[in-house]
Every structure is written in structure tokens, then in C-alpha cells.
């Protein structure tokens, strides 16, 4: 057995028994955590001192204003800590950050894209990288659990347009799953190798005479959230292609683990919530198929370019080969993440394809934390529409009629994201100034271009390497695919939770299609492939298509 494919298959049997193991334990804390009407202490404390109501139950448009205030405010004070790095504690000598790379950062962290235009390393100090991005890290990652637990109430209520409290599902979900997660997380990678200590950059001298600059930080516990969140953004350019963030092909592993671990138990809590597990193995089971044919074609589209399952060329971390290198930029682009090991540009044109497919599923197998599961139900939502018209009947889901204003709230959902994607794309291929950031020639500039957009609107950050987006054009233009991919879609999302939770439970009959099942599965997933297939492969056709047929 070629070695390569006897390491992919060892690491993703380890992954899949990891992640089975902890699905329906990690799923049950997570729906207890969010239906549980007890308070810690700590909790109220921060409720009493911020003038919360835990008490209150918002209605959707409540819950939506209250989302986009504490998202702009975020944006607000990460753009100007950048500005006043130069005055802030912790700067390590570093000054102020240049307006537009500070807006396109603030704009990303929040939005939970951590598309970065800059070095982190000498642009931004100890201050910035732990009191504002690592922070909003946490913050970004809790507001997507906060969506998707309102929309399953949606689902769940009756006669009612509340979904719960904005304020108490944030802080329950940063207090109670990511920050104790993180730390676990953060001392497992410590214990790895990945650097943790308040040392600055210093310069050593080698035997040979040659001087080498070693850079310092709290690495790991950025790391852990960066990874666990769905987030993306790491402590050096390199991300996880850096051995101070990834040292050893262990590391790797359980790097992508923590990128899985929580969209995976996200189906169980789902399950619990709507009082049906067969719910949650349904969407669990389209996730997986879709996370192992995806990983499976990756290593194949690596290899198979590189000539044999082992070689592999520039832009891969020499010291973890094909196998590490597939598992993570799967895991990346599936969810959004955007972390990665291996330098994307550097991919085969086939692979650096099927990462962009990867985005363009909507990054719901399994998808970040919180959106990639609300991305799927809203996918079930158009199976069940389908399947209703089908067998002439009126479509029903957990109980809920999916009519006309549903549908037109799922339509504009699935529209919003293609629209940014292609209409981007577009608008910089047209204008010289702004093709300019993307200086290759031919398909793969147009690739890079079409990359830069596919993962700001999907808000997954990781990027093809030759595109410079810090100029104000194409930073402006990119800020904007992540504000509206990441807030509109949740504006559609919370307004079809209250449309739902208004209407009365509607009882099962015989005549009532079944959403849970392998044929519903299929159903599922058929239509998630469909509807990128319609969408996206005339772009793909003219970027990484074209491009592997030349080669």
C-alpha cells in the first residue's frame, strides 16, 4: 500500500473515532447549555453590570438589532486599537496600523472571515493579537451558535415570534463551550510544541555564522480559539504552515480535530433540541459523506499532480507531506476556518478547485461553528419544498408549513452568497486596476481573484497567496463580500425563525415526508451538489478547470 494512502487512511480513522466518540456528549452539553434556564454566577454578574434582562425573550427583530449593534460596536473598537497601537500597552515597539488594512481586519475578525492582509508578526504587538483578535475570536465564533440556536427554536415554538436573548446566548456560548474548550485546547498544543510564553522577536547566531531572527508570543492560546472557533486567522503569516503554530505532524491532526469537533456535535444538539436524534444523524450523515468524498478527491488531486503519494512541491510544509496537507485544507474550506498548512496558491489547479467547491457548498460539511448547521437546515428546508411539490401535498418540516414567505426568505438566503461571489469577481476581472492584485496571468489569476472572493463571501479567510488586497479598492470591495455574507444571511435566517415560530405545531400523518432517513439524506445532499453545480461551474470552468486542462 502506498504510504501516503495508508497515512490519510490511519489519520481519518483516528479523526472519525475521535469525533463519533464525542458527538452525542458534546451535542447534549451544547443543548443543555442553551436550554437551561439556571445562570453561573459569573453570568449574572456580567448581565447586572451590562444592564442585561436574562429574564427577557426577545422578539427576532430584537434579537437581529441586538446582533448587528454589538457586531458594529466590535468593528468600531477594533479599527481604532489598530490605529492607536502605537499608545496601547503590549505594541511591541509597533505603530499604527494603516487605515485600510485596520478596517479590512476589523470588518473580518467580526465577521468571523479573519481574512488577513498584513504580517502579523511586524504589524500588530502582543496587545492587539490578545486583547482584540483573540478575543473576538471567541465572540464572532459565539454569535454563530447564537443564530443557529435561535433558528431551532424557531422550529421548536409555537405561536410566538421570540427566539430567547441575544445577550444570554452570546455569553453562554463564549463562557460556556469555547472558552473551556480553548482551554483544553491551548495546553494540548503547548504540550505539542506550540509556543506560549511573552518573549518578543529575538535574533540568534548559528554555528555557520548566519543569523537567524526568532519571533515569540502567546501562540497557543490564539491557536486553540482560532481553530476551535472557526476562525482561522493565525499568529504569524505562515498560519499553520509555521512550526511555532504547527511543529509536528501530531499537532496537524489534532489542529483539524479541533477545527471538526464542534460543527460535528452541532447535529446532536439540533437533535435534542427538536426532541428527535434521527434529525441530527440525518444532517450528520450528509456532513460526513460530504467532509470524506471531498478529503478523499484532495489527496488524490494533490498526489496525482505531484507525481507519486509522497513528493509533494512549494508551498507544502515539507516536514508533513500529502496526507496532513489534504486532511487540513479539506477541513478548512468545508468550514470556515481558513487556517491552513499548506500554501493554497501551491495546490494542484484541481485541488485548489475543490477547495473553492469546498467554500462554495456553503461550507456546511460540517461548516463553521453554528453557520455551517443553520446553512444545512436551510438546505432541508428547500428538500422538504421539493419534496412536498413532489408527492402534491403542502410541505411540512418539525411541524412547521414551509409556504410562499419561508420559501422567499430561503431563496434570498441562497442567493446572497453566489451573488458576492460572482458579481466580485466580476468587477475586478473588468477593472485593470484592480485585476492588477492578481498579477498571474491567465486561469490562475482569474483563480485568485475568484478565490479571494468565494472565501470573503463565505467568510472563510484563507486565500490564494499571489493576490494583494491591500490597496483600498479591492480591500473596501472584500470588506463588503464579509459584512453582507456574514449579517445578511443571519438577518434572513432569524427573520424565517420568527415566521416559524408563529405558526401552531403541526401533528405527522401518513402523508407527511419523512426528514430523517437515507432517502432524505440523499435527497439532502443532492441538492446541496445541484445548486453549486448551478451556481458556480461555469466560474470553476474558467479558473481551476482550465487551468488543470493546460496543465
Known sequence: MDLSIFSLATQLAVLIVVLAALHQPLGKYLANTFTSHKHLAVESGLYKLSGVDPQADQHWKVYLRSLLAFSIVSIVVLFLGQLLQGILPFNQGLGAVDPWVAMNTAVSFVTNTNWQTYVPETTLGFGI??????????????????????????????QTSNLGNFWVDLTRGTLRVLLPLAV????????????????????????????????????????????????????????????????????????????????????????????????????????????????????????????????????FEQRLGVAPSALFATATTL??????????????????????????????????????????????????FIGGLMVGRTPEFLGKKIGAPQMKLVALYILVTPTLVLLGTAITVAIPSL???????????????????????????????????????????????MLIGRFLPIALVLALAGSLAKQRKIPATTGTLATHGPLFAVLLGGISLILTALTYFPALALGPAAEGLLK
Not at 467554500?359 to 422538504?384: D, K, R, T
Open 129 to 158: 493579537q490578545m486583547m482584540l483578535l483573540a478575543v473576538q475570536n471567541f465572540l464572532s465564533a459565539a454569535v454563530g451558535l447564537a443564530v443557529v440556536v435561535a433558528l431551532i427554536r424557531g422550529f421548536t415554538r409555537a
Open 184 to 315: 483544553i485546547g491551548a495546553v494540548v498544543l503547548m504540550i505539542t510544541g506550540v509556543i506560549q510564553n511573552w518573549g518578543g522577536t529575538s535574533i540568534h547566531t548559528l554555528v555557520t555564522g548566519a543569523q537567524q531572527t526568532v519571533p515569540g508570543g502567546p501562540v497557543a492560546s490564539q491557536e486553540a480559539i482560532k481553530l476551535l472557533g472557526t476562525n482561522g486567522g493565525g499568529y504569524f503569516n505562515a498560519n499553520s504552515a509555521h512550526p511555532f503554530e504547527n511543529p509536528t505532524a501530531f499537532s496537524s491532526l489534532f489542529q483539524v480535530f479541533l477545527i471538526l469537533v464542534i460543527p460535528f456535535s452541532l447535529p446532536a444538539m439540533y437533535g435534542r433540541m427538536v426532541g428527535d436524534k434521527r434529525q441530527g444523524y440525518t444532517v450528520l450523515t450528509v456532513m460526513v459523506a460530504f467532509w470524506l468524498a471531498s478529503t478523499t478527491l484532495m489527496a488524490w488531486a494533490i498526489a496525482a499532480f505531484n507525481g507519486n503519494g509522497t513528493s509533494v512541491g512549494e508551498g
Open 335 to 384: 468550514t470556515s476556518t481558513g487556517a491552513v498548512n499548506v500554501a493554497h496558491d501551491s495546490l494542484p489547479p484541481l485541488a485548489g478547485g475543490l477547495a473553492m467547491l469546498n467554500m462554495m457548498l456553503g461550507e456546511i460539511a460540517p461548516g463553521g461553528v453554528g453557520s455551517g448547521l443553520y446553512g444545512m437546515l436551510i438546505l432541508a428546508v428547500v428538500a422538504v
Open 435 to 481: 485585476a492588477a492584485a492578481a498579477p498571474a496571468e491567465g486561469p490562475h489569476g482569474f483563480s485568485e481573484i475568484l478565490y479571494a472572493f468565494t472565501s470573503a463571501a463565505n467568510n472563510n479567510g484563507s486565500a490564494f497567496g499571489g493576490i494583494t488586497s491591500a490597496g483600498p479598492g479591492l480591500a473596501t470591495m472584500l470588506a463588503l463580500a
